[in-house]
C-alpha cells in the first residue's frame, strides 16, 4: 500500500519563460528566452541577433553540448519573421488567478514556480528594483497563500538577461555574483512571511549542455564554463548565507537535473563510463552545493584539462558554510551508455542521451517511460549527502487531444504518474528516504523549453493554444486532473 506523510509537499511546476508571458510588460527587460525562436523535434530552436556595427542580422542553432557560434559583437534581439513562444506563452501574467483556482481545486499543497530576475531589474545595475515587478510575485504569492499553497520560487531558470550577456559575458564574469546576491536579497527580504522555500539554479547542470540559456555566455571555452560554475556556486551560497539571516523561516536548495545512467553490458569498462559520466555530468554539482566541496575527481579533470579553478581567497570556505539546505532535482527517466563501439545516440531525454533501452516505452520526442527511475534516483542522491530531498520536476510531454465536448482523455500520462507516485512511496516507505515533495512539471500546459512547442504538453489542465501561439488561452481539465485531485486527497494510496 503507498504511504506518503501528512505533510507531503504535493503539486506542480512552472518556470516564468515558458509559462508566464508578459514579456515586455510591467517594465520587464528582454532575457534570452524571449529572444530563442520556437523549433520542433527535428528542428532545433535559434537564438536571434543582429551585430550593431554591420547591420547583419541572423540567428544561432541551439546545439545540445556542442558550442554555439555567434558573430563577434552579435547582440541577441528580437527580429521580425521569427515566432518566440516564451511572449505570451501560456499567459499566467495575466491568468494567475484562474490557474491557481485550478490547481487549489487539484488539492495542491505547493507550487514551484521561478522569478524573472529582468522583471525585478530591468537595469541590472540600478541600486532600485522595479516595483510592478516586485508587485506581480507579491500578488501571486498572496493568492497562493489564499488557498494555503506554500509557493517553491527558482531565482533563475533560463532567465538570463539579454545585457547580463552582452556586458558582463554572462555568468564568466566574476562581477555577475554581486549583481545576482542584491537581486537575491532584494526578493528575500520583500517575500518574507509569504515565502519559504527557494530555488537558487534551475538545473544547474544544464550549463554542460545550454551555454546561452542557462550561464549566457555567447563564447564559451572549457575556461568559461568553469568561470560560470564557481560564480553560479557563489552566488547560491551568499544567496543561502542572505536567506538565513533574513528569516529563520527560509530554506534554500539547489536544483540538479538527475537520471539514473545504466551501463549497457556487465563489461567493467562499460560500467567505468557510466559511473565517470554521473560524477562529470551530475553530481559533482551536487558535490559543491550540497556536499559543501570541489571533489578530487573534478579537480584531478581540470589539473588534466589545463582548466584553472580561479576561486579566491575565501570562496571554497564560503561554499562548505553555506551549502544548500535540501537538494531539489528533475528525473524524467534515464539513460543507457555502452562503450561499445555500436553505440548510438539513438534515446530521447533532457539532460543526457543515450542508447534507446528495449524495456521501456517512449514518447513521440524518445523519452521512455521508466517505472523506476525515481526510486533508483532517490537512492543515489540521499546515500550520498544525507540530505532531504524533494522531486520538483517529473511528467510526461504528449501531443493531447482536445475533444469537441473540452475533455482531453490522457491515460497515457495517468499511466506514466503512476508509476512515479509507486516509485516514491517505495523510497519513503521501504528505503527510507526523506523526501519532502513533488512538483509535477507543466502542471497547467506550458512551452517546451527544448523545442518551444506548445504541442509537447505536460499538464493536468490544457490550454488552448497551438505552436503558433493561436488560441483561446482557455483552460479545459484534462483526465489527469481529478485522478491528480484523488490521488492528492487520498495522500498517495488511491491511484486507480
Ligand atoms: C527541464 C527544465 O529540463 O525539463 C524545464 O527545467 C523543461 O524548463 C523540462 O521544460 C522539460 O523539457 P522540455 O524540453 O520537454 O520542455
Redesign the pocket.
Same mark, same amino acid.
Given at each position: 500500500m503507498n504511504k506518503f506523510p501528512k505533510d507531503f509537499l504535493w503539486g506542480g511546476a512552472s518556470?516564468a519563460n515558458?509559462f508566464e508571458g508578459g514579456y515586455n510588460e510591467g517594465g520587464k527587460a528582454l532575457t534570452i528566452s524571449d529572444v530563442t525562436s520556437s523549433g520542433s523535434h527535428t528542428r532545433p530552436r535559434e537564438i536571434t541577433w543582429i551585430v550593431p556595427k554591420t547591420g547583419e542580422k541572423g540567428s544561432t542553432k541551439f546545439a545540445m553540448g556542442g558550442k554555439m557560434e555567434f558573430p563577434e559583437g552579435a547582440i541577441p534581439c528580437v527580429l521580425e519573421g521569427y515566432y518566440y513562444p516564451s511572449h505570451q506563452a501560456t499567459d499566467f501574467y495575466h491568468h494567475y488567478k484562474e490557474d491557481i483556482a485550478l490547481m487549489a481545486e487539484m488539492g495542491f499543497k505547493t507550487f514551484r514556480m521561478s522569478i524573472a530576475w529582468s522583471r525585478i531589474y530591468p537595469d541590472l545595475e540600478s541600486e532600485t528594483p522595479n516595483e510592478e515587478g516586485l508587485k506581480f510575485y507579491e500578488d501571486v504569492f498572496k493568492e497562493l497563500k489564499k488557498y494555503d499553497i506554500e509557493p517553491l520560487v527558482t531565482l533563475s531558470?533560463?532567465e538570463i538577461p539579454v545585457d547580463l550577456a552582452v556586458k558582463y559575458g554572462g555568468w564568466a564574469n566574476r562581477k555577475v555574483v554581486d549583481l545576482f546576491v542584491k537581486y537575491a536579497t532584494t526578493v528575500l527580504k520583500r517575500y518574507k512571511g509569504l515565502v519559504k522555500y527557494w530555488l537558487t539554479f534551475?538545473?544547474i547542470n544544464?550549463m554542460e549542455h545550454l551555454q546561452a540559456l542557462s550561464i549566457g555566455v555567447l563564447d564559451v571555452t572549457p575556461q568559461k564554463k568553469a568561470d560560470a560554475a564557481l560564480h553560479q556556486f557563489l552566488a547560491s551560497a551568499l544567496t543561502v548565507k542572505k536567506a538565513h539571516e533574513i528569516s529563520d523561516d527560509y530554506q534554500v536548495g539547489m536544483m540538479l537535473?538527475y537520471q539514473p545512467l545504466y551501463a549497457e553490458t556487465c563489461d567493467p569498462k562499460d560500467q567505468l563510463f557510466v559511473l565517470n559520466k554521473l560524477q562529470r555530468q551530475f553530481l559533482w554539482y551536487s558535490d559543491v552545493q550540497v556536499g559543501g566541496e570541489y571533489p578530487n575527481y573534478k579537480l584531478k579533470e581540470y589539473e588534466r584539462e589545463g582548466i584553472q579553478l580561479n576561486a579566491q581567497e575565501g570562496d571554497l570556505d564560503l561554499l562548505k558554510k553555506y551549502a544548500c539546505d535540501f537538494l531539489s532535482f528533475?528525473c524524467?527517466g534515464s539513460s543507457v551508455f555502452t562503450t561499445h563501439n555500436n553505440f548510438i545516440e539513438s534515446g530521447g531525454g533532457?539532460?543526457v542521451r543515450g542508447k534507446k533501452n528495449p524495456y521501456l516505452e517512449a514518447n513521440a *520526442?524518445g523519452w521512455e517511460t521508466d517505472p523506476h527511475c525515481i526510486r533508483i534516483a532517490l537512492n543515489t542522491l540521499y546515500d550520498r549527502y544525507h540530505k532531504p530531498l524533494w522531486i520538483v520536476?517529473n511528467g510526461i510531454?504528449w501531443e493531447d487531444k482536445l475533444e469537441e465536448d473540452g475533455t482531453i482523455h490522457d491515460s497515457y500520462r495517468i499511466d506514466y504518474l503512476r508509476h512515479n507516485v509507486k516509485s516514491m512511496s517505495d523510497a519513503i516507505n521501504i528505503d527510507g528516504i526523506p523526501l519532502m515533495g513533488y512538483t509535477m *512539471?507543466?502542471c497547467i500546459d506550458?512551452v517546451?523549453?527544448?523545442?518551444g512547442e506548445m504541442k509537447?504538453r505536460?499538464g493536468f489542465v490544457y490550454v488552448d493554444m497551438d505552436d503558433e501561439g493561436n488560441g483561446t488561452l482557455n483552460r479545459y481539465k484534462k483526465d489527469s486532473f481529478y485522478w491528480y485531485k484523488k490521488c492528492i486527497a487520498s495522500d498517495g494510496k488511491d491511484l486507480d
Open positions: 518556470a515558458q531558470h533560463f534551475n538545473e544544464m537535473a528533475s524524467y533532457n539532460a *520526442w520536476e510531454g *512539471w507543466g506550458l517546451s523549453a527544448g523545442t509537447k505536460y
